[in-house]
């Protein structure tokens, strides 16, 4: 399968519009989160260009590399939703049987893991937007605002996919373990959105 990344804009957009299985939802939602970082990597490199105006440049730097080595491993993601959908597909068209059912439960437990590591990657980016929203400046305090909003997004969205996939799958020990990560993702995500995003309401 071809790489997403070398994609143009518009025939990536093409793939996710067209009626292919894959790319889907869970592949939406690590590219949200891609262009999310990216905003915060640039709103980030922006404040760092200015030395001269008073900011603890340790803690920016800090987060300036952790967003920087999540990037790409979400840019990844994308391409792994797609390939885990795909065998998804595979295994349901198979002939009826115990090895189709065994390839379905296979199939369906690493697509739910993919948008699960989508929830882990964006929340650990959102843990660094409080550094970088405290940091900006003024003129990139948009960006930053829907930088936040897209990591957050692309958190919801993936955790969506994990609630259909999590449908189809019986194994409940892993489908208890799943929906706990998923919950405690999903309500960490938001703390730390509302805790970034009012450095601008409060104006700091």
């Keep these: 399968?071809?790489?997403?990344?070398?994609?143009?804009?518009?025939?990536?957009?093409?793939?996710?519009?067209?009626?292919?299985?894959?790319?889907?939802?869970?592949?939406?939602a690590a590219l949200t989160g891609a262009l999310g970082v990216s905003l915060l990597l640039?709103?980030?490199?922006?404040?760092?260009?200015?030395?001269?105006e008073s900011a603890d440049s340790s803690k920016l730097a800090d987060a300036t590399d952790g967003l920087r080595s999540l990037r790409p491993a979400i840019e990844l993601l994308v391409d792994h939703d797609a390939e885990a959908y795909t065998s998804v597909i595979a295994a349901l068209r198979m002939p009826a049987g115990e090895r189709r059912q065994a390839a379905i439960d296979s199939a369906m437990r690493a697509a739910t893991d993919v948008p699960l590591e989508i929830m882990r990657a964006c929340r650990r980016a959102l843990r660094h937007a409080p550094i970088v929203a405290e940091h900006s400046i003024r003129s990139t305090h948009g960006d930053v605002a829907v930088a936040i909003e897209l990591a957050r997004a692309a958190v919801r969205s993936a955790g969506l996919t994990i609630d259909s996939n999590l449908t189809?799958?019986?194994?409940?020990?892993y489908v208890?373990?799943?929906?706990?990560?998923?919950q405690r993702l999903d309500t960490e995500s938001a703390?730390?959105?509302?805790?970034?995003?009012?450095?601008?309401?409060?104006?700091?």
């Design 1 to 28: 399968m071809r790489s997403y990344s070398n994609y143009s804009v518009r025939d990536l957009l093409d793939a996710f519009s067209s009626t292919a299985p894959a790319p889907g939802g869970g592949a939406a």
């Design 42 to 52: 640039m709103a980030a490199g922006i404040r760092s260009s200015r030395p001269n």
């Design 168 to 173: 189809m799958l019986k194994d409940t020990e």
């Design 176 to 182: 208890r373990l799943v929906k706990e990560e998923r």
């Design 191 to 204: 703390a730390d959105a509302e805790d970034a995003l009012g450095y601008f309401r409060t104006g700091g």
